[in-house]
């Protein structure tokens, strides 16, 4: 077992981890120039089809899809894995990197202006090739991959729809009467995604009850336990296949006071594992949110879930201590990791409500792979009131009623 560190010197995690260095190319090659044209016929008016999670071409309608990342990159054991291997798309996001990009159309040599915080491309105004930010530049601009919608914009409205029904009762009125779920929007979230191999070493005191009794009379009376204390060490090894990781500073730091972005986590899991290579084509007809958070940034996020992982590993080698485990240090040793930066899928309804000086953007959030949804909706206070006095009522009533029958 592991030694601990002295009492307040156990709380940080230790990685000792060697700085960051690209070390997986994860280029769509095929789209270095950055047209993206149908294998069959040639044509570049293509989007996605959510439906089957294909691309599409809207001109032959030959349908296909992108390798998978997991096929370009070898998983192995994540045991083995040591030090930080991070994928080209996941490479810190260089500095002075413009939003507006021009590119160069690859049909007739038209330079065509893009902004990138947008969407990620545009039609030539002279030859109609539709151009995309493909080529995967390292500058950490482009992610590595990409996880298709599958679930499509009218199943997703209706979903929210369900949704917001269920709460309409004690719902405000403006949001009742202004809920138009048609303005649902697909957005592409970018996230890290990370395999990590990390070990973790616990200590605290635990308690076992070995005795039960009362004290006092009347309305002094208290409840006493007697147990015995014990000293309670716990080491353990562990892999982290896939977890995913805010890459967008405006999405991770969550505000309760002036939106619900927070519901987009309880929407998870993502099925990452499908997830193919990085092709802008996509995204059309989809919005985007552009990644601004580096592995330093997201490293301190890694580590609490690891050291939550940790603490839910040795759950189970505690339960004998039925008074329960204070852990009082804690130590985080991650050995290696391995970071991917991804678009997930993400149908958002946003409602804004302003009332008495205050406002408040609620959201309405699908998982555009599972449909799986969660949300928030503005209530009406006085609603909320009536309805706790209408069952506070009844509850008196049937308490009088009892009280009659058995006089």
Same mark, same amino acid.
């Given at each position: 077992?592991?030694?601990?560190?002295?009492?307040?010197?156990?709380?940080?995690?230790?990685?000792?981890?060697?700085?960051?260095?690209?070390?997986?190319?994860?280029?769509?090659?095929?789209?270095?120039?950055?047209?993206?044209?149908?294998?069959?016929?040639?044509?570049?008016?293509?989007?996605?089809?959510?439906?089957?999670?294909?691309?599409?071409?809207?001109?032959?309608?030959?349908?296909?899809?992108?390798?998978?990342?997991?096929?370009?990159?070898?998983?192995?054991?994540?045991?083995?894995?040591?030090?930080?291997?991070?994928?080209?798309?996941?490479?810190?996001?260089?500095?002075?990197?413009?939003?507006?990009?021009?590119?160069?159309?690859?049909?007739?040599?038209?330079?065509?202006?893009?902004?990138?915080?947008?969407?990620?491309?545009?039609?030539?105004?002279?030859?109609?090739?539709?151009?995309?930010?493909?080529?995967?530049?390292?500058?950490?601009?482009?992610?590595?991959?990409?996880?298709?919608?599958?679930?499509?914009?009218?199943?997703?409205?209706?979903?929210?729809?369900?949704?917001?029904?269920?709460?309409?009762?004690?719902?405000?009125?403006?949001?009742?009467?202004?809920?138009?779920?048609?303005?649902?929007?697909?957005?592409?979230?970018?996230?890290?995604?990370?395999?990590?191999?990390?070990?973790?070493?616990?200590?605290?005191?635990?308690?076992?009850?070995?005795?039960?009794?009362?004290?006092?009379?009347?309305?002094?009376?208290?409840?006493?336990?007697?147990?015995?204390? $014990?000293?309670?060490?716990?080491? *353990?090894?562990?892999? /982290?296949?896939? &977890? !995913?990781?805010?890459? %967008?500073?405006? +999405?991770? =730091?969550?505000?309760?006071?002036?939106?619900?972005?927070?519901?987009?986590?309880?929407?998870?899991? $993502?099925?990452?594992?499908?997830? *193919?290579?990085?092709? /802008?084509?996509? &995204? !059309?007809?989809?919005? %985007?949110?552009? +990644?601004? =958070?580096?592995?330093?940034?997201?490293?301190?996020?890694?580590?609490?879930?690891?050291?939550?992982?940790?603490?839910?590993?040795?759950?189970?080698?505690?339960?004998?201590?039925?008074?329960?485990?204070?852990?009082?240090?804690? +130590?985080? =040793?991650?050995?290696?990791?391995?970071?991917?930066?991804?678009?997930?899928?993400?149908?958002?309804?946003?409602?804004?409500?302003?009332?008495?000086?205050?406002?408040?953007?609620?959201?309405?959030?699908?998982?555009?792979?599972?449909?799986?949804?969660?949300?928030?909706?503005?209530?009406?206070?006085?609603?909320?009131?009536?309805?706790?006095?209408?069952?506070?009522?009844?509850?008196?009533?049937?308490?009088?009623?009892?009280?009659?029958?058995?006089?």
């Amino acid at each position: 077992m592991s030694t601990l560190p002295p009492p307040g010197e156990g709380g940080a995690p230790q990685t000792g981890l060697p700085a960051p260095e690209p070390t997986i190319d994860t280029r769509n090659t095929r789209l270095d120039d950055g047209i993206n044209r149908c294998p069959r016929c040639g044509a570049t008016d293509i989007q996605l089809r959510p439906s089957v999670g294909m691309l599409v071409c809207l001109f032959c309608r030959h349908e296909w899809a992108e390798a998978r990342l997991d096929e370009t990159i070898a998983n192995g054991d994540l045991s083995t894995l040591t030090g930080t291997t991070i994928a080209s798309g996941a490479a810190n996001i260089a500095a002075g990197v413009d939003s507006v990009i021009t590119l160069k159309c690859g049909g007739c040599g038209a330079e065509v202006v893009v902004n990138t915080a947008e969407q990620m491309g545009a039609r030539c105004h002279w030859c109609r090739h539709v151009l995309t930010i493909n080529e995967q530049i390292p500058n950490g601009a482009v992610p590595d991959a990409v996880l298709p919608f599958q679930i499509t914009h009218d199943a997703a409205m209706t979903t929210i729809r369900e949704f917001a029904g269920k709460r309409r009762l004690f719902a405000d009125r403006a949001f009742v009467r202004d809920f138009t779920p048609q303005n649902v929007v697909g957005v592409y979230m970018p996230y890290m995604v990370v395999d990590a191999n990390a070990s973790a070493d616990v200590a605290g005191f635990g308690e076992v009850q070995t005795r039960r009794y009362t004290r006092g009379t009347g309305d002094n009376k208290k409840t006493v336990y007697d147990a015995d204390v $014990f000293e309670v060490q716990r080491h *353990v090894d562990f892999t /982290a296949d896939d &977890l !995913t990781l805010e890459a %967008s500073s405006a +999405r991770a =730091q969550m505000n309760s006071a002036i939106n619900t972005n927070n519901v987009i986590n309880t929407i998870l899991p $993502f099925d990452t594992e499908n997830a *193919v290579r990085w092709n /802008a084509s996509y &995204l !059309t007809g989809f919005t %985007s949110e552009k +990644r601004d =958070q580096d592995v330093a940034h997201t490293t301190p996020e890694l580590e609490h879930q690891l050291l939550s992982i940790a603490r839910a590993q040795v759950e189970s080698s505690i339960s004998g201590y039925d008074r329960g485990v204070r852990w009082e240090r804690e +130590r985080l =040793q991650v050995h290696g990791t391995r970071w991917v930066a991804m678009y997930l899928p993400v149908w958002l309804y946003s409602y804004y409500h302003e009332k008495n000086g205050t406002s408040m953007v609620h959201y309405i959030a699908v998982n555009g792979r599972t449909g799986e949804v969660m949300g928030s909706v503005p209530v009406s206070t006085p609603r909320l009131v009536a309805a706790a006095l209408t069952v506070g009522t009844v509850i008196e009533g049937i308490v009088i009623a009892i009280l009659g029958a058995m006089g």
